[in-house]
């Protein structure tokens, strides 16, 4: 007589859990996506770096230009942006969803002879950017802002 009083409650209790483990296995998902983007940005960002070090002086003063700009340095800055972003120069596909010229800052400072690359990426989840407060306050933003930055002497 027990077991007809059990019957259906297996299903019961997994539809209640559903919810909240599938819940906990897209947080999952998307922490490990966050963190495998962050670690790729910041390897294009030492890649860029690397190569701007070595074309930041284009002639053999063996300084920095002054002002440090594509017109003194061989367009070396666009390259570097083009580089950082698509992954070659003069590509159109970004390596990053999201990630634009505009978001990378160069500079140069002459007198240490180090050059300098920011990079400011917005993280977007798959799910959107947003989630509800169901009524209990006002919506969670889920972006993520990256701020990675890079400085090496130039001319090595």
């Known amino acids: 007589m027990r077991l007809r009083q059990q019957t259906g409650v297996a299903i019961i209790?997994?539809?209640?859990?559903?919810?909240i483990l599938l819940l906990m296995i897209f947080a999952t998902a998307e922490l490990g996506r966050a963190l495998y983007q962050?670690?790729?940005?910041?390897?294009?960002?030492r890649d860029a770096g690397r190569y701007l070090?070595?074309?930041?002086?284009?002639?053999?003063?063996g300084n920095i230009p002054v002002p440090f700009n594509d017109a003194n340095c061989d367009n070396c800055i666009s390259?570097?942006?083009?580089?950082?972003?698509?992954?070659?120069?003069?590509g159109t596909t970004p390596l990053l969803y999201g990630l634009d010229t505009s978001d990378v800052t160069i500079t140069g400072d002459p007198e240490t002879k180090m050059v300098i690359i920011?990079?400011?990426?917005?993280?977007l989840p798959l799910f959107g950017e947003q989630i509800s407060g169901f009524g209990a306050g006002n919506n969670s933003n889920l972006s993520l802002n990256f701020h990675v930055s890079y400085a090496m002497r130039a001319g090595l």
């Open 79 to 90: 390259n570097t942006k083009a580089l950082l972003v698509y992954g070659k120069v003069g």
């Open 13 to 19: 209790e997994f539809t209640i859990m559903l919810p």
């Open 53 to 61: 070090s070595t074309k930041a002086i284009p002639n053999t003063t």
């Open 118 to 123: 920011k990079v400011d990426y917005d993280w």
């Open 38 to 45: 962050y670690s790729h940005l910041t390897r294009i960002v």
